[in-house]
């Protein structure tokens, strides 16, 4: 039996399989760390998400109230074209100008 086998052949084919085997196993590790902290990323999400209302209910200011009460894009729009067309209209576009950037600055330090 053992002039049959070859014995530094067989030497030689299971160092070569131990270091796949050390290096599969190396990859499969660095594959599983990669997606474990992708998977993560939801978690720490909804930690921040929650963090933030956290600080927002504590400063006293209600989220889903103030985007009820602010202007959307589509309302407002509109609005700019008539008083730019109304100033066209009258002539005194400076003093237009300067009242409506007046509201809008009324407007956001009422925010």
Request: proline letters at 3%; hydrophobic letters at 40%.
């Amino acid at each position: 039996m053992n002039r049959q086998m070859n014995l530094p052949s067989l030497q030689k084919i299971m160092q070569e399989l131990e270091r796949r085997n050390e290096r599969m196993e190396l990859t499969s590790e660095v594959m599983g760390d990669a997606i474990d902290d992708a998977l993560e990323g939801g978690e720490e999400e909804e930690e921040t998400e929650e963090l933030i209302n956290q600080v927002l209910d504590e400063i006293g200011i209600d989220v889903n109230q103030e985007l009820v009460n602010a202007p959307s894009a589509a309302a407002s729009a509109p609005a700019v074209g008539a008083r730019v067309a109304q100033t066209e209209a009258t002539g005194n576009e400076d003093g237009e100008i300067d009242e409506d950037l007046q509201a809008r600055m009324d407007n956001l330090i009422r925010m």
